[in-house]
């Protein structure tokens, strides 16, 4: 008799409940850096099924359209850090969502999350 185990890996992140940041104009350095993935998710076996990329997406989409807007980045190495412009004398203020998967498909998102 064969028994099928479920990847572990299948439930081993969870959405965080990062705080939302607020950056001041500066027009010196220019980019502010948010955090990585452990911001938004968190990850009970992260040895074992690691965070393999992480994506920023429209807030009010339910985290279903990218994210277009021109103020946040996320880098395409571990630890996929987020950056923010604040060059902008203006301000601006954004609500995305940002969703991270692992090696085994597992993709959880933190949505509503308001950068100003």
């Not at 939302?20 to 009970?44: H, K, M």
């Not at 339910?62 to 996929?80: E, H, K, M, R, W």
């Amino acid at each position: 008799m064969i028994t099928q185990t479920a990847d572990p890996c299948l439930s081993s992140l969870s959405a965080a409940a990062p705080s939302n940041p607020t950056f001041a104009y500066d027009a010196v350095t220019t980019i502010e850096t948010i955090g990585g993935w452990s911001l938004f998710v968190a990850n009970s076996d992260a040895a074992n099924c690691p965070v393999t990329s992480c994506s920023i997406y429209d807030g009010s989409s339910s985290c279903l359209i990218s994210y277009l807007g021109g103020q946040l980045s996320v880098a395409s190495t571990d630890p996929f850090t987020i950056t923010a412009n604040k060059n902008v004398q203006a301000g601006w203020t954004e609500t995305v969502c940002v969703a991270c998967i692992n090696g085994a498909g597992q993709w959880v998102a933190t949505n509503n999350f308001v950068i100003t």
